[in-house]
């Protein structure tokens, strides 16, 4: 077989414009070049843009959030694919997709009584959601990459907020806003309502997994073969991604999830933030898994990751929610 | 990007013919055709009309990159947006490094990042333009599996199912024939990262390809 770059170098050109770059286009750019009094930033200050332009426009989960869609395509981190790299399991000498499905269900029930405590709140939509998440970028860089992320989603989507990211703990983070989206752009732009306003909030668990079976996307396509309820997970790691969801939606989430027939206990994990957990999921063929992580002593939410086996470097890959609410202003903290 | 400890030697070990006409001489006169992209850039601080001759240079290729990649309906907005981009920040360059493709494919990047779903779109229209061709007997499409065009339904597959980021190194090193070490400069990664990710990307290609040709002749079986 031919060399696979070769291929693709061939096949790229059957993409190739039909033409040259229109000479409109070079008058259009070109018009642009005038004095315009020094442009901003320190030496570096583009770079570091970049990193933080890059986070914003990362869509968590690459694709598979990208095909859900929604509310998950607007936050700045959630499940990371993790690169396959040799063989390993979930460490600690566990089994992972050990069929626990009553201790699944215990840890979810557990979380799901620390959210239903909670005083009830709902969400007004000139508010926004101020998250602060860390994402796992390259699980074999040394040392380890990842993405740090504060932002400010307008709840309603359509008022401006603000992402500020960074790489390093030194870095200066850069902010981009967070603009409305135009009429028509819904599609692929990134600033959508930070809390899907049809959530239900009745704290039914039934109510819950009908809602998030209804507004799944298609099953994952990493993975050789999806459960029936790969999707129903997926849509519940990303409404939980948020962070700020009503504690009855919060709480639904987490007993809707128990009632999936699949859901077991993986073992124990370490998100991205480097807090050990216990981590309920799906294990698909192969031992891919798909999990999201609870504290192991007090049940609250942690985060999440894929886990795309073999992987040995799973305990490296991830999101880690690290604070969340829902504040009035841009700028401001829970 | 103080993350990454910088190569200061611009390679080109591939010897990729795009984007050789920043490479100069040591020492040479900087007359307009001779001058490196940095000198460019830094004559754009007096005369901002010197920032075309960047455009001259490099905007075929950039259109010809992302158009590969995102179609007719973005990649004219790319590039624009690039060199808009690449101007306003243009104080902001690292004038040690003579070469500005790195910095341009890395802003061309991002702006692409922002177009997925036409990506996403683009390349299952690609797979699917297969579709029509006229049925061939089995041994004609398992031998014709060497060429490019008849392994387009997988290879669009595959491109599809990488990750953002291996797909950005993969395709920045087959269709916008940068080095690896540019690649990390282009995305603001380590040199090792950039290496690790295209050995995957590759490798799962070659998969796709492969597990292709091998359905192929278990369902004409």
Known sequence: MTDEMTMLRDAGTELDPPGEAPAALRERVVAGFVPDGGAAGAPGAASRAAVGDVIRMRRPVGRRLALVGGVAASLAAALVIAPSLGLGGSGEGEEPGLPISAAAAAVLQEAAAVEAEREPWAPRPDQFVYRKVVETLDVTAEPLEAGHVESWVSVDGRHTGLSKGWTLPDEDPVSSPLEPCAEGTEEWCVNVPAIPADIPTDGDPDVMLRYLRDTAGPPPEDVPEPLPDSATFVRAADLLAIGSLPPQARSALFEAVALIPEVTVTGDAVDAAGRPGVAVGLTYAGGDRDELIFDRETNEFLGGRQVRSPDELADRAGWALLESGVVDKVGQKP | ?221
């Not at chain 2, 953002?164 to 540019?182: F, I, N, Y």
Request: no cysteine; glycine share 6%; net charge positive.
């Open chain 2, 1 to 221: 990007m103080s993350a990454v400890p910088a190569p200061q030697v611009d390679t080109r070990a591939d010897g990729a013919p795009a984007g050789s006409e920043a490479r100069r001489e040591p020492g040479s006169v900087a007359g307009p055709e001779n001058r490196t992209d940095a000198a460019v850039i830094a004559a754009a601080d007096q005369d901002t009309e010197q920032f075309a001759v960047l455009y001259d240079r490099y905007a075929a290729g950039l259109h010809r990159y992302a158009y590969r990649r995102l179609g007719p309906e973005h990649a004219e907005d790319v590039v624009a947006e690039t060199f808009a981009i690449a101007f306003r920040r243009r104080r902001t360059y690292d004038r040690s490094r003579p070469d500005a493709r790195p910095w341009l494919y890395g802003i061309a990047t991002k702006e692409i990042a922002r177009w997925h779903r036409s990506e996403e779109a683009r390349l299952r229209a690609w797979a699917r333009s297969d579709v029509g061709r006229p049925e061939e007997s089995l041994a004609d499409r398992v031998a014709e599996r060497v060429s490019a065009s008849a392994a387009r339904p997988e290879l669009a597959e595959a491109l599809r199912r990488l990750t953002p980021g291996d797909r950005d190194v993969l395709l920045l090193a087959a269709w916008g024939d940068l080095t690896q070490e540019q690649i990390a400069r282009t995305l603001g990664i380590r040199p090792g990262t950039a290496r690790s990710r295209l050995h995957r990307a590759r490798r799962q290609v070659r998969a796709a390809l492969g597990a292709g040709a091998t359905d192929e002749l278990e369902a004409g079986r």
